[in-house]
T-cell receptor, first 111, second 114 residues
């Protein structure tokens, strides 16, 4: 059973657009929600993360919106650039420090 | 500040063989987790080591085993390799103490089973 559900599977936007990637979870024991960016041949790199007591967090061009009651969170990439083309994963951590990952979103930013 | 390092980067084995993958955590980190990432999928948690003991385990058979050394480095061992074990194996390190401690990943070992 997929603990974290991620959508869409793939996304194509024009340069300067704002891609939005969504994730949903069921386990209310999750206490930390990171987003990772992965380029081909590389491991996932931590982008930004949020705790459930915060509704929004912004770091540079990346913003996480968190809706605790709906058990959903999303990643927004402002002013997207071709260099942002990568696969993005959401994740959730339980109190036992075990991380569950979404299935990934392949983002393509067209120049 | 060295990040998470994994070796080897690529490995080719045949069915039935055994393999050992190695990981050195980021400086200052004491917890190591291992993940299996199949092509086009998200990482799947295998297990986590802290204080040289397995603390958490995902839904993987006991053909998958590990070890953590006093310097916090870790090994992943897989016995009786199957074709389905072909994947990218990722190591991630973190600090055990405190909630919300981020995990940092290495670039993985690409394991191919023939």
């Amino acid at each position: 059973q997929q603990q974290v559900k991620q959508s869409p599977q793939s996304l194509i936007v024009q340069k300067g657009g704002i891609p939005i990637i969504n994730c949903a979870y069921e386990n209310t024991a999750f206490d930390y929600f990171p987003w990772y960016q992965q380029f081909p041949g590389k491991g996932p790199a931590l982008l930004i993360a949020i705790r459930p007591d915060v509704s929004e967090k912004k770091e540079g061009r990346f913003t996480i919106s968190f809706n605790k009651s709906a058990k959903q969170f999303s990643l927004h990439i402002m002013d997207s650039q071709p260099g942002d083309s990568a696969t993005y994963f959401c994740a959730a951590k339980n109190t036992g420090n075990q991380f569950y990952f979404g299935t990934g979103t392949s983002l393509t930013v067209i120049p | 500040d060295a990040g998470v390092t994994q070796s080897p980067t690529h490995l080719i084995k045949t069915r039935g063989q055994q393999v050992t993958l190695r990981c050195s955590p980021k400086s200052g980190h004491d917890t190591v987790s291992w993940y299996q990432q199949a092509l086009g999928q998200g990482p799947q948690f295998i297990f986590q080591y802290y204080e040289e003991e397995e603390r958490q385990r995902g839904n993987f058979p006991d053909r998958f085993s590990g070890h953590q050394f006093p310097n916090y480095s870790s090994e992943l061992n897989v016995n009786a390799l199957l074709l389905g074990d072909s994947a990218l194996y990722l190591c991630a390190s973190s600090l055990a103490r405190g909630a919300g401690q981020p995990q940092h990943f290495g670039d993985g070992t690409r394991l191919s089973i023939l």
